[in-house]
């Protein structure tokens, strides 16, 4: 069948295919309608070593960071602390101070000791501050250790913000997304 003898048949079959098409657009209403919006905030910290004046060298008396001791260090403890926030404790403790547990972190694709979170909510105010809130978290984590290895407090690594938290924006996609495929389902339907 070819396409005019396809809208022949539509045609003729007009009482069927007006209905299945008014259907499959009162479906991509409803759709768009009852979607909810996702908003989404992003920042990007780096860790690096305290600046050469504070460093502590091992014949000064105060003990060598052991969290700097050895090769790609800033990146592993990246790592390190990229898993602890991913963990269900990070989100568990974000979300009782206000954030979102809807995050993310990772590298971003980045070579180095980076860390971007991105948080997504229903509503825009809490994006931001769970971004925030995971970095304060990544930083009390990075302390902690830090103490549990006996770092001195001179030699500690450094959070550095790369990129602030942005502002909350919409996520494209969502609801334009889910209107477009049931009003292609309508047209494939009439």
Do not use: C
Not at 62 to 71: E, G, H, L, T, Y
Request: proline share 7%; aromatic share 6%; charged share 15%.
């Amino acid at each position: 069948m070819d396409l005019w003898q396809t809208i022949m048949v539509v045609g003729r079959r007009w009482y069927l295919s007006i209905p299945a098409f008014v259907l499959g657009l009162a479906l991509a209403a409803g759709a768009s309608l009852t979607a909810k919006h996702q908003y989404e905030s992003t920042g990007t910290i780096v860790l690096r070593e305290p600046s050469a004046g504070n460093t502590a060298r091992p014949n000064s008396g105060n003990p060598a960071n052991p969290m700097m001791a050895f090769s790609d260090s800033l990146t592993t403890d990246a790592s390190l602390l990229i898993q602890a926030l991913n963990s269900p404790g990070a989100a568990a403790e974000l979300s009782a101070q206000g954030g979102t547990p809807t995050f993310t972190a990772s590298d971003g694709n980045l070579d180095g000791p980076f860390i971007v979170v991105t948080a997504d909510s229903p509503t825009a105010p809490p994006t931001a501050a769970t971004v925030e809130l995971a970095f304060k978290f990544a930083g009390e984590q990075l302390q902690q250790r830090e103490q549990a290895v006996g770092a001195s407090p001179a030699s500690y690594i450094i959070l550095d913000s790369v990129i602030e938290p942005t502002q909350p924006a919409l996520k494209a996609g969502g609801k334009s997304r889910l209107a477009v495929a049931a009003l292609v389902l309508s047209l494939v339907l009439s």
